[in-house]
Nanobody
Framework: QVQLVDSGGGLVQAGGSLRLSCAAS????????MGWFRQAPRKEREFVAT????????QYTDPVKGRFTISRDNAKNTLLLQMNSLKPEDTAVYYC???????????????????WGQGTQVTVSS
């Protein structure tokens, strides 16, 4: 299995930027499609972005398109989420997730993922 550790969250003003990181260990990172999800208080966990194992395919939820960028460095076993032009509605706990794949696919539903980080809090003030 793979272990995931999220980091990079914090408090930022609206319009600011943050970069989240997810460090993976335990299995070859390049065997896994990766995703970022978020969960705000009293809401269900929702999809933010996903990336295929090669990094060549990505997908985003509509509210973050043009503002967030997902990327990965397979040599460093690291997943990143660059978040720009942050809005108060982006406030949530952000989680990275991994799923073993056998093709260059990606997934957008939380139930499709097998491994999760512990989460990192992102708070955007207005």
């Amino acid at each position: 299995q793979v272990q995931l550790v999220d980091s990079g969250g914090g408090l930022v003003q609206a319009g600011g930027s943050l970069r989240l990181s997810c460090a993976a260990s335990g299995r070859p990172f390049s065997n896994y499609a990766m995703g970022w999800f978020r969960q705000a208080p009293r809401k269900e966990r929702e999809f933010v972005a996903t990336i295929s194992r090669s990094g060549g395919r990505t997908q985003y939820t509509d509210p973050v398109k043009g503002r967030f960028t997902i990327s990965r460095d397979n040599a460093k076993n690291t997943l990143l989420l660059q978040m720009n032009s942050l809005k108060p509605e982006d406030t949530a706990v952000y989680y990275c997730a991994a799923v073993r794949v056998y093709s260059d696919s990606y997934y957008i539903r939380p139930g499709e993922y097998d491994y999760w980080g512990q989460g990192t809090q992102v708070t955007v003030s207005s």
